[in-house]
């Protein structure tokens, strides 16, 4: 059974960082491309940062480029998504994905990823 478990949502102030992490199993974890994604309420959920777990290739968006940092352990399979200088327009339900392709060629996008877990709440105050 495929699973894509997020942790590491929180509260925190304008400013702070939190660290999420997306265990996967139930797959070939380094033949994947791993997505983190966001949905602000009222919003449509957005795509991130994503990285390919057999070249290490990633990309972020403009939002948060020099201020998040994807990275994944495959000893673990586990994805990491570091956010630093966080700010209230960060808050949303983050959700990690796999795309089976595993290639990364930019922005990741919804359709292109097969598997999703159930989120983590990431709130930020000012």
């Known amino acids: 059974e495929v699973q894509l478990v997020e942790s590491g949502g929180g509260l925190v102030q304008a400013g702070g960082s939190l660290r999420l992490s997306c265990a996967a199993s139930g797959f070939t974890f380094d033949d994947y491309a791993i997505g983190w994604f966001r949905q602000a309420p009222g919003k449509e959920r957005e795509g991130v940062a994503c990285i390919s777990s057999s070249t290490y290739s990633t990309y972020y968006d403009d939002s948060v480029k020099g201020r998040f940092t994807i990275s994944s352990d495959n000893a673990k399979n586990t994805v990491y998504l570091q956010m630093n200088s966080l700010k209230p327009e960060d808050t949303a339900v983050y959700y990690c994905?796999?795309?089976?392709?595993?290639?990364?060629?930019?922005?990741?996008?919804?359709?292109?990823?097969?598997?999703w877990g159930q989120g983590t709440q990431v709130t930020v105050s000012t």
């Open positions: 994905a796999a795309d089976k392709t595993g290639v990364v060629a930019g922005m990741p996008l919804e359709w292109e990823y097969e598997y």
